[in-house]
């Protein structure tokens, strides 16, 4: 398990981390939210040493991390991350062995990790002659190569076309499902609602929200209404009680509202103010909380 | 990994990558060929023996005839000689319509009158100098025609010039291939730092944009990165400047423009020795450099102030050059960014004690020592730093 611990990180007048405080576990998929600047990249950057925090703290099993553990970590960069000249297979190799692994295993595992995300015909191609979605392949591999207890991925699934999203999401998964521990961060939230098994929300450099999905929406205290009602809506929307915000998707309302309001209480009210073509109740998806956290 | 591994990793990456790429070859290619270019074009060009096709109106067709015997005596018995052969014509007019034409190189007309045309080269030529000499040759020979003494004047006026030798002992060629040693040295250094300099910079820069140092700096440490790029490309360069130097003996020898004795072995070594020296010197701070920007276009600017380091370095080293005894030359010695291109200019050509160069050589060592630290801790400061351009200082505080 990573134990990321009360970092606090500030460059001149900006705080970057501010009590940044989560945690990752093993076989599971964390995603890792927050609006640009919030400090995902400052926190991913201190689990390998790159930022040196100010204060706080982060354990891996339990101990602080050595330059040792890192070598069992792999790691994406924000962009790229790769030598644009560099042949697939040669960059390959040279990452497992920047991870302490022999020539000729690096040279294997290389091939295996082209040969499994179809890159195998690319294997003397230059990084820089892919395509966009190859080279996020090749930039995933590289941080697979040596085979890592945890991955730490910053926004590995932006410009990615569904297809190498599918690739991506089914790659960290097997990864997951083998124990490992997973981290990336991401503005995609429906992806990583559909993906993720655990989220943490930063918001100026503090945890806002964090934990498993299911139960963090369980816990909310917002549910999502959509609503479609042929009548009055105005005076419908006005009547009812504890409603945090209001939005109209494609012809239909879509409310923020209070955990705490009786839902048949809410029904009756739409009821009463013309025919009810449309009624959702349900928990808040990620957006929701994501937007509640950061608000 | 200790520090020995990842440092051989680093540096034979950037020896496989940067030696077989493209921009690589090409260069060294192209280097090559413009030195061997350099060397044999003028002997290509100019150097061959020509024969003369000289006009006679009246009497001169004699002084032609020496002149080409003379040239063919005093070449060498494998060499070709100039040649001289003589055109007679009737009258002066249809001698120098010939000349315009540029039928013959120049008209002597009844012995007396040498003619050259008005365009032309022959004016103050070799040619020229040997019709003028032969002209003598013949009067005198003429004069002592039918006498005892023709036979010997014949071979005086045949003979060998005066043997020269300077006071000291020291041989003149030797001298010369010393002085042209120094200076194709100093040219030499300075392409090499401007060169593997600005490899450094762009190699450090490109790892920046890409966000790859991350990765490396995520498993390495930044000195195991640094010292890996410098030892990479420091062999890259002295590979091509051997390259450069063979090839440019290849071309005296294979041109046959001048002769190599013995090689002055001393200055050679001490050339390649401060060579490493200089390439180390300022290929870490052209390193450094290349940590403070995130874009290879701001590269160059960051290493502005280094450049015209390098560049005064430089042009301090033709005042050694011209005066390698002289303050310049001296004091240049002791400054670390000028001394690996004075130092071996002194030694070449000028005089140099064991403990002179001993100081040079320790100082020059100590400031890369020096320098290995603070340009390492502003590398290490710079790499993770993105935006415009940092600033050195602020780089080696953010250092930790």
């Known amino acids: ?295 | 990994m200790n520090a020995f591994q990842a440092i051989r990793l680093v540096a034979s990456r950037e020896l496989k990558e940067r030696g077989r790429s493209r921009a690589y070859i090409i260069s060294t290619i192209l280097t090559v060929l413009l030195l061997g270019g350099a060397i044999a074009l003028p002997t290509l060009i100019g150097g061959g023996p020509s024969t003369y096709t000289i006009g006679v109106v009246g009497e001169g067709a004699d002084i032609v005839a020496t002149a080409d015997a003379i040239a063919r005596q005093e070449a060498d018995d494998d060499e070709e000689s100039n040649r001289y052969e003589a055109m007679v014509f009737e009258d002066t007019e249809s001698a120098e319509a010939a000349l315009d034409e540029g039928e013959i190189e120049a008209v002597i007309v009844d012995g007396e009158e040498l003619v050259a045309g008005s365009a032309g080269a022959f004016g103050g030529s070799t040619a020229e100098r040997s019709l003028q000499e032969a002209a003598g040759t013949h009067r005198v020979q003429e004069l002592v025609t039918g006498s005892e003494e023709a036979a010997e004047v014949v071979q005086i006026l045949a003979s060998e010039p005066l043997e020269f030798r300077r006071l000291g002992g020291t041989d003149e060629e030797e001298d010369n291939l010393r002085g042209m040693v120094a200076f194709a040295g100093l040219i030499l250094m300075y392409i090499a730092i401007l060169s593997y300099g600005s490899w450094m910079l762009s190699g450090v820069t490109e790892e920046k944009t890409n966000r790859v140092v991350e990765v490396l700096m995520s498993t390495l440490r930044p000195w195991h990165i640094l010292g890996g790029k410098l030892i990479g490309i420091g062999i890259l360069g002295l590979g091509q400047m051997l390259v450069l130097i063979i090839a440019g003996l290849l071309g005296i020898i294979l041109s046959g423009a001048f002769e190599i004795p013995a090689l002055p072995f001393d200055s050679v070594a001490a050339l390649i020795g401060w060579f490493i020296l200089g390439f180390l010197l300022y290929a870490i701070l052209y390193g450094a450099a290349g940590s403070l920007v995130s874009r290879m276009e701001d590269a160059q600017n960051a290493a502005a102030p280094l450049t015209i380091v390098a560049l005064v370095g430089y042009l301090f080293s033709f005042a050694a050059l011209n005066d390698p005894e002289g303050a310049v030359a001296v004091i240049g010695t002791y400054i670390p960014f000028s001394a690996p291109y004075v130092a071996p200019i002194r030694l070449a050509i000028g005089d140099i004690s064991a403990w002179e160069m001993a100081v040079a050589v320790a100082i020059t060592v100590a400031t890369i020592v020096v320098l290995v630290r603070l340009a390492g801790r502003v590398y290490a400061g710079g790499l993770l730093r993105y935006g415009g351009r940092i600033k050195w200082g602020e780089a080696f505080r953010s250092a930790e």
Not at chain 1, 124 to 138: I, K, M, W, Y
Request: net charge negative; proline share 4%; glycine share 8%.
């Open chain 1, 1 to 295: 398990m990573l134990e990321i611990t009360d970092l606090h990180k500030r460059y001149d007048d900006v705080v970057a981390l501010d009590g940044c405080t989560f945690e990752v576990q093993p076989g599971r998929m964390l995603g890792f939210l927050g609006p640009n600047g919030a400090g995902k990249t400052t926190a991913m950057r201190s689990i390998f040493g790159l930022v040196q925090p100010d204060r706080g703290e982060i354990r891996w099993k339990g101990e602080p991390v050595t330059h040792e553990m890192r070598m069992r970590f792999g790691y994406i960069p924000e962009q790229r991350g790769l030598y644009p000249k560099m042949k697939a297979h040669d960059q390959l190799t040279y990452m497992g062995r920047l991870h302490g692994m022999e020539k000729k295993a690096a040279a294997a595992a290389a091939d295996t990790w082209l040969e499994l995300l179809g890159l195998a015909d690319r294997r003397d191609t230059p990084t820089e002659a892919l395509s966009h979605g190859n080279q996020q392949r090749v930039q995933l591999a590289a941080a697979l190569v040596h085979d890592p207890d945890l991955m730490v991925l910053d926004e590995p699934l932006s410009g990615l076309d569904p297809l190498g999203v599918d690739t991506m999401a089914e790659v960290l998964q097997a990864q997951a499902d083998a124990g490992k521990a997973v981290m990336f961060s991401s503005h995609q939230l429906d992806l990583v609602e559909d993906l993720c098994d655990d989220v943490a929300i930063i918001n100026r450099g503090r945890i806002v929200a964090a934990g498993n999905v299911n139960q963090l929406k369980n816990a909310a205290s917002i549910r999502h209404l959509e609503l479609e009602i042929e009548g009055p809506v105005e005076s419908v929307l006005a009547s009812l009680e504890g409603v945090r915000s209001a939005d109209v998707v494609d012809g239909r309302h879509v409310l923020i509202v209070e955990a705490a309001t009786d839902v048949r209480k809410l029904l009756a009210e739409a009821e009463r103010g013309g025919i009810v073509h449309h009624f959702v109740y349900t928990t808040p998806s990620l957006t929701d909380l994501f937007r509640e956290a950061v608000a």
